[in-house]
C-alpha cells in the first residue's frame, strides 16, 4: 500500500534515502539541508532504516567517507548546501574519478559573502566539471522519486549523482509526497552490486597513482559514462513511471507542441513559469516551457530538438558565471552551434540570493525579450 | 599480469583499482627493499595492514611482491618487533 505525506522538500529527501534503503549516511549539518539528515539521523536511531549514520567534523570528510562506503560495496548518502558543497569539492571529483555512484541531496543556497541563507543555483553549477550527474527537482514528489532513480542510474554507469532542491521554496514548504509500497521499490532498486569492491582477500589499491599512458583512457571511460548515463537515466525515468506512474524526463516540455518560442529554467521556478505560461496562452502568445531536469550530462539533443520547432528561446537562470552570463544560457548556446535551426536565444540572469521569482516576474522577462537586444546579458529587477 | 591485457580503454576497469597493480609496477620505483627476518616475527599482520600498495601477501608469515614493492620503508617502521630490515639496492655506476 503507497502512502501519502504531508511532508517539506528536506524530508522528502529523507524519505527517498529511507526507501531507496540507504546502507551508509555521513553528513554534516549545514542550513538549509540540515532537517534531510536530522530525519535520516532519527530514521537510523530508532531502527527504521537498517543503516550506518556516521557523524562526521565537515563536509569534506562527509563525502570521504561516503566514498569509502561505496568503495566496500555499500549504497552511500548524503546531503549538503551551498559553503558545504564547496568545502566537498575536492572529494566530488574523488566520488567521480573513482567511479563510486554516491547519491547527494544539494539544497541550492546562495554563496557568501554577504551570508546568504536563500536559494540560487550558484552552488551546484560550481560543480559542474566534477562529473557528478545532476538532477534539478521542482516539487517535493521529484524530489523523493528522484532520489530513488538517481540510486538506480547512478549505480548502473558507476557515478555519483546530485539531486538539486532550492532552498526553502522546496526545502521548507509542505507538500503532499506519496510513497509507494516497500516491496514495488526493492524491486524497482535492487541492492548496489558493483563489480570492483575493496576486498580483503583481493586487496588492492583504490585510485592509485596512474601513469600518463593510462590516465586518459581513465578519463574516457567517464566520459563514455556520461553519454550513456543520458540513455540510462532516461531508461530509468520509463521505468519508474510505468512502476509508479510519475514521468519527469531529462528536458521536461511543457505546452510546447505549438509552441512558437520557449522559456528554458531549471528549479522550483519552473512550476512559477508554467503558470505564466498558462497565462500568456490566454493572452494569445503560442509559448511553452523546457525544464532542464538534467544538467549533466547535457540533454544537448532535445535542447536542439526543441529549438528547430521555435522561434525565439528565453532562458531563465538562477545564477551567473561571472565575467560571462548565465550558465544554462551559455551551455545552451553550446549546444546550438552545431544545430540547424539556431533561433535567437535571450539569457536573463533572476532571483540570485532567494530574490522572488513570481508569475509577473516571467511574464515580465518574456515581454523585454521581444524589444532587447540578443547581445546584452540581462539582469532582470537588479536596481540601478 | 601481462601487459599486453591492455591495449585501449576498454581493457580498464573503470577506475584506477588493479590499473596501478597490473599496469604499473610500483617494483621499479625502489630504492631500498625490505628484508624479512622470519625467527623475530610475530605474526602480528601490522605490516600487511600498513602497506600502501597493498603488496604484502599474509599467509602464515607476510610475503612480499617485489614488483609492486615501492620501497617505501612503512612496513619496516611499523613492524613491532623490528623484523622488516631495508637494504639499499642503489646501484652506483
Ligand atoms: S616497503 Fe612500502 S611498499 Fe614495500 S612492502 Fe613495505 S610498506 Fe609495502
Ligand atoms: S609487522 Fe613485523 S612482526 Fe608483524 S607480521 Fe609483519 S613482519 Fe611480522
Not at chain 2, 74 to 89: H, L, R, Y
Request: one cysteine or more.
Amino acid at each position: 500500500m503507497s502512502t501519502v505525506k504531508v511532508i517539506t522538500g528536506n524530508h522528502a529527501a529523507s524519505f527517498g534515502a529511507r526507501d531507496s534503503r540507504a546502507e551508509v549516511i555521513a553528513a554534516y549539518p549545514i542550513t538549509p539541508q540540515t532537517q534531510i539528515v536530522e530525519l535520516l539521523s532519527e530514521f537510523c536511531a530508532d531502527g527504521t532504516l537498517k543503516a550506518k549514520f556516521i557523524k562526521v567534523e565537515s563536509e569534506h570528510s562527509a563525502m570521504a567517507a561516503c566514498i569509502g562506503a561505496s568503495a566496500a560495496g555499500v549504497r552511500a548518502y548524503t546531503a549538503t548546501s551551498a559553503h558545504g558543497l564547496a568545502l566537498m569539492h575536492e572529494m566530488l571529483h574523488w566520488a567521480a574519478n573513482g567511479r563510486h555512484p554516491v547519491v547527494m541531496a544539494n539544497v541550492n543556497r546562495a554563496m557568501g559573502p554577504p551570508w546568504s541563507i536563500w536559494t540560487d543555483q550558484n552552488d551546484s553549477l560550481a560543480q559542474r566539471d566534477t562529473g557528478w550527474l545532476q538532477f534539478y527537482c521542482e516539487s517535493n514528489q521529484e524530489v523523493y522519486d528522484t532520489t530513488m532513480i538517481a540510486f538506480k542510474a547512478c549505480e548502473q554507469v558507476l557515478l555519483p549523482g546530485m539531486l538539486v532542491l532550492d532552498a526553502f521554496i522546496l526545502s521548507h514548504t509542505y507538500e503532499p509526497v506519496e510513497m509507494p509500497d516497500q516491496e514495488l521499490i526493492d524491486e524497482f532498486l535492487p541492492p548496489f552490486d558493483p563489480p570492483y569492491k575493496m576486498d580483503l582477500d583481493d586487496a588492492r589499491a583504490f585510485g592509485a597513482l596512474t601513469t600518463p599512458e593510462w590516465y586518459m583512457e581513465l578519463r574516457y571511460l567517464i566520459q563514455e559514462a556520461h553519454e550513456k548515463a543520458l540513455v540510462t537515466v532516461r531508461e530509468v525515468e520509463k521505468e519508474f513511471g510505468e512502476t509508479f506512474g510519475r514521468y519527469y524526463g531529462t528536458l521536461e516540455l511543457y505546452r510546447c507542441d505549438d509552441a512558437e518560442e520557449v522559456i528554458l529554467i531549471a528549479g522550483s521556478t519552473a512550476s512559477t513559469a508554467k503558470d505564466a505560461v498558462d497565462i500568456m496562452r490566454k493572452g494569445g502568445r503560442k509559448i511553452g516551457l523546457a525544464r532542464i531536469k538534467l544538467f549533466r550530462p547535457f540533454p544537448n539533443e532535445e535542447i536542439r530538438d526543441i529549438a528547430s520547432r521555435v522561434n525565439k528561446m528565453i532562458v531563465i537562470d538562477r545564477n551567473v558565471s561571472f565575467g560571462n552570463q548565465g550558465i544554462f544560457f551559455n551551455e545552451i548556446k553550446a549546444s546550438l552551434y552545431s544545430a540547424k535551426n539556431r533561433p535567437p536565444v535571450y539569457g536573463f540572469v533572476a532571483g540570485l540570493g532567494g530574490r522572488d521569482m513570481k508569475i509577473d516576474d516571467i511574464t515580465g522577462i518574456v515581454e523585454q525579450a521581444d524589444t532587447c537586444d540578443i547581445e546584452e546579458i540581462l539582469w532582470w529587477g537588479v536596481k540601478l | 599480469m601481462s601487459e599486453a591485457k591492455f591495449r585501449g580503454a576498454h581493457d580498464l576497469p573503470p577506475c584506477s583499482i588493479s590499473v596501478t597493480h597490473e599496469l604499473t609496477k610500483t617494483g621499479n620505483w625502489r630504492n631500498s627493499k625490505p628484508v624479512f627476518h622470519k625467527e623475530k616475527c610475530i605474526q602480528c599482520g601490522i605490516c600487511w595492514k600498513v602497506c600502501p600498495n597493498a603488496c604484502i601477501k599474509l599467509g602464515e608469515y607476510p610475503e612480499w611482491d617485489m614488483d609492486y614493492c615501492k620501497g617505501c620503508a612503512v612496513c619496516a617502521e611499523e613492524c613491532p618487533k623490528d623484523a622488516i630490515e631495508m637494504e639499499d639496492e642503489r646501484v652506483m655506476v
